[in-house]
Nanobody, 121 residues
Framework: VQLVESGGGLVQAGGSLRLSCQAS????????MAWFRQVPGQAREAVAG???????FYSASVEGRFTISKDNAKNIVYLQMDALQPEDTAMYYC?????????????????WGQGTQVTVS
């Protein structure tokens, strides 16, 4: 199982970015997929998740601005981030788990990507 994130970068406040998470070794359509973010010295924070049926979950801090989606045929999960703010600056990680219970708890995930940096100025 491997997850590889891409799409991070530097953007001005109010701008947009789309992150991608390419999965290999299993199908994203059968797992719960999520995006987390982490600032140095702080705990890893859940951002958004999507279950095998396509239902989506968001943290209060990003709901209405971020959209998670997936392409089962391509085995990719996306995170569209709009109206970005400086407080969204973090390393963003893709993660996978079986089941939706505890979706916002990092400890319940058994596969992680290496992360992609998002910086909002």
């Amino acid at each position: 199982v491997q997850l590889v994130e891409s799409g991070g970068g530097l953007v001005q406040a109010g701008g947009s970015l789309r992150l991608s998470c390419q999965a290999s070794g299993y199908m994203v359509g059968t797992y719960f997929m999520a995006w987390f973010r982490q600032v140095p010295g702080q705990a890893r924070e859940a951002v958004a998740g999507v279950n095998s049926g396509g239902s989506t979950f968001y943290s209060a801090s990003v709901e209405g601005r971020f959209t998670i989606s997936k392409d089962n045929a391509k085995n990719i999960v996306y995170l569209q981030m709009d109206a970005l703010q400086p407080e969204d600056t973090a390393m963003y990680y893709c993660a996978a788990k079986a089941g939706v219970i505890g979706w916002s708890s990092p400890g319940t995930y058994n596969a992680w990507g290496q992360g992609t940096q998002v910086t909002v100025s």
